[in-house]
C-alpha cells in the first residue's frame, strides 16, 4: 500500500514568511509524528498526534510552530514568520497501534533565506 | 529523560567486512522498544529491527544481527558481509509507553568501499 506522503519535498521560502507543510499518513494509523532533521544529526521530535489531538506537542522549539490534523488524517505543520534556522528537513511519520515502528515520509526540506 | 548514544560518528570498511554500530540507551521506563533505522543517501528512513526491553534473545536475520544487553543498556548492531549498498546512515532509536514518541540517536555514517 501508498507510504507516508510528504508535499512539498523542497520549499524554498524568504525569512519572514510563513510556510505550509503537509503530511498524508498510512492509511489506517492513528498515530502521527513530526520530526526535523538538521544536517548531521538525528530526527528531533516536535509534535505527535494521536488521532485529531496533539499527544504532545514538547517538541515544538516555539510559538511560531503549530501543527493540526482536524480530521484525523493529514496533518499540516504551519511556520510563520520564518528564520534562517528553520532550515532543515521535516519529517512526518506514522504508526498503527502500539509500539509498532514508525513509516517515516521522504521528508520536505525546507531551507529559508 | 530518555537519551541515546552513538558514540562512534563516521565507519568505513571494504566491502565484504563486517561491522558493528553501537548503541547505548538511557531510560527510567521498564519497558521499552529499541529500534534501528536505516537512512540511504535518498533520504527516507527506513525500519530495519525492534526489540523489547523483555527479550535479550539475540537474533539474525539475513546478514543483520543484534546483541541487546540491558545490563550495559546496549544494542548494538552488526552487518556480515557488508555491501557497497549498506552505505547509508545508521539511526538507534529508543521508545518507551510513557511518551509513546521515538528518540533518536545522532546517527553513524558507514561507507563501504568496494
Known amino acids: 500500500g501508498a507510504g507516508v506522503s510528504q508535499t512539498p519535498s523542497n520549499k524554498v521560502t524568504e525569512k519572514g514568511k510563513y510556510v505550509e507543510l503537509r503530511c498524508d499518513p498510512i492509511?489506517?494509523?492513528?498515530?502521527l509524528y513530526w520530526y526535523r532533521q538538521s544536517l548531521g544529526q538525528g530526527p528531533e521530535f516536535l509534535i505527535y498526534?494521536?488521532?485529531?489531538?496533539?499527544?504532545?506537542d514538547s517538541g515544538l522549539p516555539n510559538d511560531r510552530f503549530f501543527a493540526v490534523r482536524p480530521e484525523g488524517s493529514v496533518s499540516t505543520l504551519k511556520i510563520q514568520r520564518t528564520e534562517r534556522g528553520d532550515s532543515a528537513v521535516y519529517l512526518c511519520?506514522?504508526?498503527?497501534?502500539?509500539?509498532?515502528?514508525?513509516?517515516f515520509g521522504n521528508g520536505t526540506r525546507l531551507t529559508v533565506t | 529523560a530518555q537519551k541515546v548514544t552513538q558514540a562512534q560518528t563516521e565507519i568505513s570498511v571494504v566491502e565484504k567486512e563486517d561491522v558493528t554500530l553501537d548503541c547505548v540507551y538511557e531510560?527510567?521506563?521498564?519497558?521499552?522498544?529499541l529500534f534501528w533505522y536505516k537512512q540511504p543517501p535518498s533520504g527516507e528512513l527506513v525500519f530495519l529491527i525492534r526489540?523489547?526491553?523483555?527479550?535479550?534473545q539475540n537474533e539474525i536475520s539475513g546478514r543483520y544481527s543484534w546483541n541487546f544487553q540491558k545490563s550495559t543498556s546496549s544494542f548494538n548492531f552488526t552487518i556480515t558481509a557488508s555491501q557497497v549498498v549498506d552505505s547509508a546512515v545508521y539511526f538507534c532509536?529508543?521508545?518507551?509507553?510513557?511518551?509513546?514518541?521515538?528518540?533518536f540517536g545522532k546517527g553513524i555514517t558507514l561507507s563501504v568501499r568496494p
Open positions: 511519520a506514522s504508526k498503527g497501534q502500539g509500539p509498532s515502528p514508525l513509516h
Open positions: 492509511s489506517g494509523h492513528t498515530a
Open positions: 498526534f494521536q488521532g485529531t489531538g496533539a499527544a504532545d
Open positions: 531510560t527510567r521506563d521498564t519497558t521499552y522498544y
Open positions: 526489540r523489547n526491553s523483555f527479550d535479550e
Open positions: 532509536a529508543l521508545y518507551t509507553g510513557a511518551n509513546s514518541k521515538l528518540t
